[in-house]
DNA sequence: CGGCTCCTTGAGCGCTCTCAAGCCCGGTGG
DNA sequence: CCACCGGGCTTGAGAGCGCTCAAGGAGCCG
């Protein structure tokens, strides 16, 4: 048995229609959705879509007795919702406080937009089973710091603000949380990371990093 | 280091683009291709597509020193080709003589069909990940048997042919072969399954394997 | 018959998990 | 001000699942 995260109890759970509501009144397309927010989707039509502006969601999926793999991070520009990932088999998480735009049918080429979404995180969605049935507990960690800089940190930064806990990094790579705490902070004292407390990390080698986590990462062209 | 297989030589490579001219001399739309052979997909435009009528194809991408992970098996229906997954980013298998249909543009639903197709694809991946990551041997073990029951068995019957050898099932379980052998033996002595032979099976307590597979697999619905 | 591929089975090891203790830090209340 | 608490993180010690290595069997083909 491997590592079942103790089953989620506390945390707020929003329905997405609620945000659609404020949205509505305010004459606005933004919502703010709240840190550790698990978001559900009840009677969403297919064409209403969520581009994130700012913060961070994970999709996950959840085991019977409460194991927990995250499937995908999604960070700016990402656009979600049903019509995206199949989000009545994965739940939703904001993991920070994160700003997203209603784009339904703004523009005629949204269809086009959703279909891309949707091949890329197949690819991401790809990857990432090469990366948890095939890579070991170092190369996960890398791969990992590569992608959420990729998708975190400015184009010529690599400094990013971590939003997964060691746990939430844990149930993305398929691992416990110590396991990752363990190899964050030897990839600390190689000289490959360094962190601003344990939520800001700055990637120090990144030729080093790419190198650990097993050729190039197969997602990045769009 | 999780297991390498070792990396793939003999096994012959064919451009997609040969069996289509086949497929035009003959004034058919059907192309056959021999076992084990690998498909490239050279200059193939986006809007050329494979239905599978018989057989299996396999999808899985490499890492650089030989690792290789099975991202998903194709059966029956199942479409495939360079609009549907990114074939660019993963090699593709016949794991047995596989007749293909050559789809494009005979009707014009076929754009909702090939997204349909990409989003089944994106749930399987998503639910593979969750396999990956989360459950242990003899769960994967148990959801494989029953995902591939579903492909190549007949809807009542839960006999099928195993076009995957035990090498094919590790990569795509992220399990090594003889982990794969040991948990497949063990489920035939606990009467789960049955062999007639090394390459067919045929379930023998369906309901036994779905608990072990840790909760209902979350692909089934279409 | 040899040679090949694939499969099975055993013995032992090691990577990662499990369990446990303790630290850091912010919040809260005395 | 400090005490207390709780969540998240770090670190160590030990265990176990699945990997590695190895030997041998089964089936097929020349």
Redesign the pocket.
């Known amino acids: 048995?491997?590592?079942?995260s103790k089953p989620f109890s506390?945390t707020a759970v929003v329905p997405i229609d609620g945000l659609l509501r404020t949205c509505n009144q305010t004459e606005s397309r933004i919502a703010t959705i709240p840190p550790?927010t698990r978001l559900f989707l009840p009677g969403i039509d297919r064409s209403e879509t969520f581009r994130i502006r700012t913060g961070c969601i994970a999709l996950f999926q959840l085991l019977p007795d409460g194991r927990r793999q995250i499937v995908d991070i999604l960070g700016p520009d990402r656009l979600f919702g049903r019509g995206i990932s199949d989000l009545h088999q994965c739940g939703a998480e904001a993991l920070c406080e994160t700003e997203v735009e209603l784009v339904t049918a703004v523009r005629r080429s949204l269809d086009a937009e959703i279909n891309q979404a949707v091949r890329l995180m197949l690819r991401r969605a790809q990857a990432h089973a090469t990366l948890l049935g095939r890579?070991?507990?170092?190369?996960?960690i890398a791969s990992a710091l590569i992608d959420l800089a990729g998708q975190f940190a400015g184009e010529a930064s690599s400094r990013f603000q971590?939003h997964?806990?060691?746990?939430?990094?844990?149930d993305w790579l398929?691992?416990?949380?110590?396991?990752?705490?363990?190899?964050?902070?030897?990839f600390?004292?190689e000289g490959l990371v360094s962190?601003e407390?344990?939520?800001h990390i700055c990637l120090r080698d990144r030729a080093g990093l790419e190198l650990i986590a097993g050729g190039r990462d197969l997602v990045d062209a769009q």
Chains 1, 2 share one sequence.
């Open positions: 048995m491997l590592a079942a506390g550790r890579k070991t507990a170092g190369e996960r971590l997964l806990t060691r746990t939430d990094l844990a398929g691992l416990t949380l110590e396991t990752v705490s363990r190899y964050l902070n030897r600390r004292r962190f407390g344990p939520s």
